[in-house]
T-cell receptor
């Protein structure tokens, strides 16, 4: 157990659905991240929040919308996704940006 | 932009064999380097890291890595692998300094250890 909890563990959605991924960290960290892990590709950084402010958006399509209401919670809102968005979405946190990351177990997303 | 290359996609070893996984990065400035490991069915976790000082870094479970600045490399080694080392290993790099957050990962190397 890393102290970073992600729900749901698995999600299947149609291209017209709206869903949200949730991440919660109990470590008192100041930075939280969303990563996308696709088969045979490097982990891709999607979003970074530091002290609840977004500091990085790596040209992620607008159909992915992050939300960080406080330093312990991070959401990824999904709408009108494409089948190529199917992947494992990992949340991570760190004390400060650039430091050791603590990862959650991920949400395995399948878009039909 | 920084990038990380892990040259081996899948490595298969027998128990007690020695391991070396290659990692090369491209970035012109000062870097922080990491190896993360993902055991089957588990989350990614930090194996070891290099920020500064002794370029030979020791991590958990008998792993070590050597930072060779002139070669832009940070290879992971273990003298004698065990079946429990079967996992996927990811090298990662970020620029050092305050506010750095662009942690770039390699594609990963899958290690299978045969009993």
């Amino acid at each position: 157990e890393t102290g970073v909890t992600q729900t749901p563990r698995h999600l299947v959605m149609g291209m017209t659905n709206k869903k949200s991924l949730k991440c919660e960290q109990h470590l008192g960290h100041n930075a939280m991240y969303w990563y996308k892990q696709s088969a045979k590709k490097p982990l891709e950084l999607m979003f970074v929040y530091s002290l609840e402010e977004r500091v990085e958006n790596n040209s992620v399509p607008s159909r992915f919308s992050p939300e960080c209401p406080n330093s312990s919670h991070l959401f990824l809102h999904l709408h009108t996704l494409q089948p190529e968005d199917s992947a494992l979405y990992l949340c991570a946190s760190s004390q400060e940006t650039g430091e050791k990351l603590f990862f959650g177990s991920g949400t395995q997303l399948s878009v039909l | 932009a920084q990038s990380v290359s892990q040259h081996n996609h899948h490595v298969i070893l027998s128990e007690a064999a020695s391991l070396e996984l290659g990692c090369n990065y491209s970035y012109g400035g000062t870097v922080n380097l990491f190896w993360y490991v993902q055991y089957p069915g588990q989350h990614l976790q930090l194996l070891l890291k290099y920020f500064s000082g002794d370029p030979l870094v020791k991590g958990i479970k008998g792993f070590e890595a050597e930072f060779i600045k002139s070669k832009f490399s940070f290879n992971l080694r273990k003298p004698s692998v065990q079946w429990s080392d079967t996992a996927e290993y990811f090298c990662a790099v970020t620029s050092s300094g305050a506010g750095s957050y662009q942690l770039t990962f390699g594609k990963g190397t899958k290690l299978s250890v045969i009993p």
